[in-house]
């Protein structure tokens, strides 16, 4: 599993943005797919996670109503939707995969993606 995140870049409050998460390894599409960020001086935390089917989902409190997390298995591709983003969503997103459970086991990461949003 070879995970590579994009998609980051500089945006204003309020704008949007969409990660994306290509798996260039072997066929992942019974694991779980998640999206973690973490800013400076911070821990690494889970923002949204989706499992294989892509019918069940998990999102930070943070993220709730504003991102969502989607995957296309047919092309190895996991996506972040990030809406009215805010200056505290600053932070590196890194794409994780786990064959575990929703929220836990991620033991495949890809490199992040700095996403600055500016107030």
């Known amino acids: 599993v070879q995970l590579q995140a994009s998609g980051g870049g500089l945006v204003q409050a309020g704008g949007s943005l969409r990660l994306s998460c290509a798996n260039s390894g072997r066929t992942t599409s019974n694991y779980f797919w998640a999206w973690f960020r973490q800013a400076p001086g911070t821990a690494r935390d889970i923002v949204a996670a989706?499992?294989?089917?892509?019918?069940?989902?998990y999102y930070a409190d943070s993220a709730k109503g504003r991102f969502t997390i989607s995957r296309d298995n047919a092309e190895n591709l996991v996506y972040l939707q990030m809406n009215r983003l805010k200056p505290e969503d600053t932070a590196v997103y890194y794409c994780?995969?786990?064959?575990?459970?929703?929220?836990?086991?991620?033991?495949?990461w890809g490199q992040g993606t700095q996403v600055t949003v500016s107030s």
């Open positions: 989706v499992n294989g089917d892509g019918d069940d989902t």
């Open positions: 994780a995969a786990s064959s575990k459970s929703l929220i836990g086991g991620y033991a495949y």
